[in-house]
């Protein structure tokens, strides 16, 4: 079974400092896909970045860049120059590969709070 | 140009009643889902579906029933609420496929059952 852990419950960074959030996964699958979603307080779910496990490169979207570390199992999202509202729970899911992308498995989250 | 909408935002209602929330996507995509996050923010999934049929049912007691009358819209009925079942409930959907699409998730409908 899929599994993705993410060991920081809440993390407090100084605005404009870069922030790493951790998460690892374990699947013993090939084939996989790795996501980073944003909830802010308003509630919604927004979508940040993708990592497939075939990809060569780190994936990269504006301030948001994913440390793909595959022997070590670990999809770290980077924000650099962090801002007020990057403020918001953020979560890792890995995609199940025996379903295609029809199921996310999600990380329980990691509340971060950008400090002024 | 809502691409994922829920209806309603916000239920509240007592136990043992029946309730329906409703999700449409105007995206195009042949998938739709629904999760639950419960009160700790934790995310799982519920259902989906590909094209109208039921793909995952994730051990969810049979007093939740989706329904997908076409591939823009699934709507969850719950029976007989509980207080267990007091949660936010999104609707996503998205592509299927081996590449690497996101999920579009709706903006969420908060059930409270008293």
């Known amino acids: 079974a899929q599994k993705i852990t993410q060991t920081q419950p809440g993390m407090f960074v100084q605005e404009k400092e870069a922030v790493t959030l951790d998460c690892t996964y374990d699947?013993?699958?090939?084939?996989?896909?790795l996501f980073w979603y944003k909830q802010p307080s308003s509630g919604e779910m927004i979508f940040l970045i993708y990592?497939?496990?075939?990809?060569?490169q780190n994936a990269t979207e504006g301030r948001y860049s994913l440390n793909f570390q595959k022997a070590r199992k670990s999809a770290n999202l980077v924000i650099s120059a962090s801002q007020l509202g990057d403020s918001a729970m953020y979560f890792c899911?890995?995609?199940?590969?025996?379903?295609?992308?029809?199921?996310?498995?999600f990380g329980t989250g990691t509340r971060l709070t950008i400090i002024p | 140009d809502t691409a994922v909408s829920q209806t309603p935002k916000y239920l509240v209602t007592q136990m043992g009643n029946d309730k329906s929330i409703k999700c449409e996507q105007n995206?195009?995509?042949?998938?739709m889902y629904w999760y639950k996050q419960d009160s700790k923010k934790f995310l799982k999934i519920m259902f989906s579906?590909?094209?109208?049929?039921?793909?995952i049912n994730e051990t969810v007691p049979n007093r939740f029933s989706p329904k997908s009358p076409d591939k823009a819209h699934l709507n969850l009925h719950i029976n007989s609420l509980e207080l267990g079942d007091s949660a936010v409930y999104f609707c996503?959907?998205?592509?299927?496929?081996?590449?690497?699409?996101?999920?579009?998730f709706g903006p969420g409908t908060r059930l409270t059952v008293t």
């Open positions: 996503a959907s998205s592509l299927t496929g081996t590449g690497g699409y996101e999920q579009y």
């Open positions: 699947t013993s699958d090939p084939s996989y896909g």
């Open positions: 990592q497939g496990s075939y990809d060569q």
């Open positions: 899911a890995m995609r199940d590969p025996n379903f295609g992308n029809e199921k996310l498995t």
């Open positions: 995206l195009g995509h042949d998938t």
């Open positions: 579906y590909n094209n109208k049929e039921l793909i």
